[in-house]
């Protein structure tokens, strides 16, 4: 390394015309000031993206965790991290960045939607060279540039086809399943691996909002009358067949008792009655009469 720089030097400055502890001197400072920069570290869970100044190339095979030696003058290395990352958009300060970065799309109806977005992701190592290629920027801003833009593209063309108020109730998850597998198409051709898509929170206009709030109502009203309806139909199938197996019930009884009448209309006869009379006598006669006295009429026999 100090013959290197040692005949560097001799290039600007012959030998002769230079003290040697100057130059010795020169040397040092020189290697000082390059040292460092010639070794380079790549941490944990990232890779090292080697990039050559003087064509503007970019070496396809990115260099691991660990320390590398490179070329300070000719190279220059960008750190990538390759672990699970979670790039959150929301109108919120508190958490992503510190500017506002929610989404907005429209719905079927042409209504605003407001989200608060978020998506864990991982890169593919062996394509984040081409990654770097593509954008020339660190990860950072590719997230909030062109990343932002494909989800917020995705949820235009999902709540783009849908009424607000599935959107917001009972279609949300099915929306959030849709947008996540137009995202993994879009950006595994760049080496982002998507792991997860979340809408956090969903804001329409305060008129849909109470718009919705009335329909939901009316329609629990619509449901609660609908169930006392069918509950009083069957009450009154219930009743219909209890009257109708009373009226069954009775008619049976008074036919049973107009069979037992003719029965006993038929067992009638004048000799019985005339002996049930005689039963009954005591043998004394009337002591008031309208002039006829009344006789049992005995059978001859």
Do not use: C
């Not at 003290?19 to 020169?26: Q, V």
């Not at 990039?51 to 960008?78: C, K, Q, S, W, Y």
């Not at 989200?115 to 997230?143: G, N």
């Not at 009655?273 to 026999?301: F, I, R």
């Amino acid at each position: 390394m100090e013959s290197s720089i040692r005949s560097r030097l001799d290039e600007f400055m012959p030998r002769g015309s230079v003290p040697r502890p100057l130059i010795i001197i020169a040397a040092a400072m020189l290697a000082i000031i390059l040292v460092p920069t010639t070794f380079t570290y790549i941490n944990p869970g990232h890779i090292g993206i080697v990039i050559h100044r003087a064509g503007g190339g970019v070496d396809m095979v990115p260099l691991g965790p660990g320390l590398h030696m490179r070329n300070p003058v000719f190279t220059a290395i960008e750190e990538y991290p390759t672990f699970m990352q979670t790039l959150v958009l929301t109108r919120g300060t508190t958490e992503g960045s510190p500017n506002n970065d929610e989404i907005n799309v429209n719905s079927k109806e042409g209504q605003p939607l407001s989200l608060d977005v978020s998506m864990s992701f991982e890169l593919e190592p062996r394509k984040v060279p081409a990654l770097y290629q593509t954008f020339r920027t660190d990860i950072a801003t590719i997230q909030h540039t062109y990343v932002k833009q494909a989800i917020r593209q995705s949820l235009q063309e999902v709540t783009g086809e849908e009424a607000i108020a599935d959107v917001i109730g009972p279609k949300k998850a099915e929306a959030t399943r849709r947008v996540q597998a137009m995202l993994e198409k879009r950006l595994s051709p760049y080496g982002l691996v998507v792991r997860q898509f979340t809408i956090n929170e969903l804001r329409a206009p305060p008129t849909v909002i109470d718009a919705i709030n009335t329909k939901n109502v009316m329609q629990q009203q619509a449901l609660t009358a609908e169930n006392e309806l069918q509950k009083n139909t069957f009450q009154a199938q219930g009743d219909s067949i209890k009257a109708a197996g009373q009226a069954k019930a009775i008619m049976a009884l008074a036919n049973a008792q107009a069979e037992a009448n003719r029965k006993l209309a038929a067992s009638i006869t004048a000799t019985l009655v005339q002996y049930e009379v005689a039963k009954k006598w005591d043998g004394k006669l009337p002591q008031v009469t309208s002039g006829a006295v009344p006789m049992l009429q005995l059978p001859k026999n």
